[in-house]
């Protein structure tokens, strides 16, 4: 091996993307123990992306060493061994399986000189990246310029490995033989998170009547429901009328509750009833998106009126209903006196003097007069939350006292790197805080009540704040949705599963700022104009101010979070779009250029982006963003050696893969550029693509590439031929831009496609070529007879192989809904690769996995396997050409399934695991 060459990594040569995919796309539905669940924030990685992008990373291709694997097939079956590990790697359920876990890192020295790396992430977010980094026991290394970011990560990846082991501290705690990981810690929360509560409902729970039941008995209130009013326009009839989007409660069968709203005396009066005869259609509710009417006579309201009402502090509210935890499910009630009196509490004292942004990204309530960060919420919800912001303060000397009592030193405070009795308890109260702040997400004046879950939904679905005309407000101390104890167990939760193993550092810093002396990159940078993640944070960055102002003085030191230097694109804090493109695009170089000069330069550096699928315009990728990293990347003086399509939002069904054209992320890995690098021709670039493409695009056809992913996969080997060079001259001297490169990896990713047809047979190629020209349309059978006969082929030996249809002057293509039934292929006299893989993708399609692989076990030994996945590729490439959805989803169910469908017919024909034989040709399995 060329010893100034570092070796090739993993990733920068295949992948089990697949098992990736389908892991990602299942922890969306993981929740309890989730580190996503300790707190929100916005376009987190999922965790088996993270890690198995980061052992790829890190882990040498076989190919690097021919000293161990010398032939092709031994290079194979050792990628096989590690993709294995990967496809395990992944699962949720072994994410703390420490045995895995050291079969990884025992990989992962093994291919750096016997050590486990440093790696960092400078723009930590959410924290996935430097949280699997920790769990596959490397240094971890967390900066972001957002408080919120590192206060998050703080909780993940730095405080649980300084108090990993320990037992709880408060009295009658300890009750374990043993605890790994954070457990104690997390026991510690749950316990001062209950003194909390109790506390808080001690000095506030008056504020939070009960409720009486048509039984005479008393429940506790879940939810206020309430309506935002304006008074009408009409001059005749000025009634107070409310904004109501739906008047429903619950429209759970059997269990229907709605709202009926009658006038009298001038005054709208509410009554909840308990049937299914409640309004439809646009009777349901006041309000829409054009606008709203009077519930008195119907008089139109539009939006200006209501927004300058709203500005003169002439909108009112309405208490509409109130919903209680019943004897056996929800109970709803009419609004009564006491409970719109117990809400009418004055403003609490000393609350942030905050400004909302004049504008930002999805921002919509500062046209309704909404002003400062404290406008979102009520008066009682300011109260609630206050209280409980302060707990935290009380609830951390209550750890310290206990602490002391249990014999802990007192060592110094967390932000001084202390272990002792002083940082423990400013360790939980970060947690408890972290609970207040997830409980805002619920307690704000924004939320709403989900009809068919009967329940309150969270401000931040989305990443926006809207205006909501009736809202629900949550009762903190009931045991449903929004309540505190609740939003504080789902932190313990998180606390317990995080790895809490190697040593992690969370701190503040700006990514142009930061150190990279021989630290491993993975990151997730911002994208471009997506998200405004200061804005948004800046909601949860109040309460976490209150609450840690002692606690992360360093974190939450500044008013609001920092917006001047935040790396997006957004044309309100920057003169527009133009302005905001050119900032952006020179701080990310800063960024990566800085990179550049102090990165670990053994390993590749990865870089993350999520795709939308309005970044697709017809023929390809163009999206501004995209565009914008790979240029950026490429100026920096980076080389991208791979790009790997990551979904994260897809169903596990094939069907449902592949309706989505677009991946959710995509990951780059990147080198250095050689500061010599040299400059060429643009009819160079295009000889050396045409040299250097086809070989790598058949290694991913072979892999565990989806033909949905195909294309952006293609762009890895492709861009890493363009950006090996400083610049490629055009035939008039320019320089040739990134889309002029895509442009031509895609036409080569065309021939590629296209020459496997000199390989087919000749019914094949005849198929092939109609189907490119006429779909399963009919056409003349004279054109279909001269198209066969320079194929080699005749109307009639395409007949006998049943796939072609030549009557009455016309022909056609036999379609996949009529190859999906019965068929024997090893009866079929004549039977083509044409055949072999339109049946099977319908059967497929039809009948699923088990099906497609008994006919593939009969077929195997006259059709070859690889040519029908080849052929998988080139249809779906052809139907998504000419936009047939079907076809294309089709082909590309058959085509992602092949791993499983061979597997499985292998087994049936009885063909040992060893024994590849063309079913598994880069050592999937």
Known sequence: MNLTQPAKKLIETSLPLEAINDASVREKSIRHGHPSTLHLY???????????????????????????????????????????????????????????????????????????????????????????????????????????????????????????????????????????????????????????????????????????????????????????????????????????????????????????????????????????????????????????????????????????????????????????????????????????????????????????????????????????????????????????SDLVGEARERVLADALAAGTPPGERLRDGGTGAQAYADAVATYLALGVSRTADYCNALCTWHTTGEKITHLFTRQAIPMTWDYTEANIFSGSSGNFLGQLTWVAKALVHAPASAAGEAKQVSATDRAYDSLVISTDPPYYDNIGYSDLSDFFYIWLRRCLHDIHPDVVGTMLTPKAEELVANPYRHDGKEGAAKFFVDGFNSVFARIRQGANPAVPMTVYYAYKQQDAAAGGTTSTGWHTLLAGLIDAGWEITATWPMRSELANRPRSQGSNALASSIVLACRPRPADAPATTRRALTAQLKAELPGALRTLMQGAVAPVDLAQAAIGPGISVFSRYTRVREADGTNMTVSDALTLINATLDEVLGEQEADTDPDTRFATRWYRQYGWEQDSAGLADQLARSCDTSLGALERGGTFQARGGKARLLSPSELDGQWNPEADDRISIWEATVRLAAVMNKDGVERTAQLLAQAQSRISPDSIKELGFLLFHEAEKQHHTEDALLFNGLVTAWADITGKARRLAGIPTAIQDGFNMNGED
């Open 42 to 388: 916005w376009s987190r990685k999922p965790l088996a992306t993270a890690r198995a992008v980061l052992f790829a990373q890190l882990v040498d291709d076989p190919a690097s060493h021919p000293e161990q694997f010398p032939t092709v097939a031994e290079q194979d079956a050792e990628r096989a061994r590690l993709h294995e590990l990967m496809r395990r790697l992944v699962v949720w359920e072994n994410s703390n399986d420490e045995t895995l876990l050291r079969q990884a890192r025992a990989e992962i020295r093994k291919s750096n000189n016997g050590e486990l790396p440093a790696v960092v992430d400078p723009f930590a977010g959410g924290g996935s990246i430097p949280l699997e980094a920790q769990r596959l026991g490397l240094e971890a290394h967390a900066s972001d310029l957002n408080p919120l970011s590192v206060i998050i990560n703080k909780a993940l990846v730095d405080i649980p490995p300084r108090f990993a082991g320990r037992e709880p501290v408060h009295p009658g705690g300890a009750e374990q033989n043993f605890y790994q990981r954070a457990e104690g810690l997390a026991e510690d929360v749950r316990h001062y998170g209950q003194w909390m509560r109790d506390e808080a409902q001690r000095r506030i729970g008056h504020l939070y009547p009960k409720v009486t039941g048509p039984d005479g008995s008393e429940y506790t209130v879940i939810a206020w429901k309430w309506a935002r009013t304006v008074r009408s326009p009409n001059p005749a009839n000025p009634i107070e009328t409310p904004l109501v989007n739906s008047w429903w409660l619950s429209k759970k069968k059997g269990h229907e509750a709605w709202i009926k709203a009658t006038v009298r005396d001038g005054q709208v009066h509410y009554e909840v009833m308990h049937d299914a005869n409640g309004p439809r259609g646009k009777d349901d509710g006041t309000i829409n998106r054009r606008g709203a009417v009077s519930v008195a006579d119907g008089t139109p309201i539009d939006f200006d009126y209501i927004r300058s009402e709203s500005r003169a502090g002439r909108m009112g509210t309405h208490l509409i209903a109130v919903v209680a935890e019943g004897p056996s499910g929800r109970l709803y009630t009419s609004p009564m006196v006491l409970h719109t009196e117990a809400a009418r509490v004055d403003r609490p004292v000393g609350l942030p003097d905050a400004a909302l942004p004049v504008q930002a990204l999805g921002f919509r309530v500062q046209a309704y007069g909404f002003k400062q960060w404290i406008d979102l919420f009520t008066n009682r919800q300011l109260v609630a939350l206050t209280t409980l």
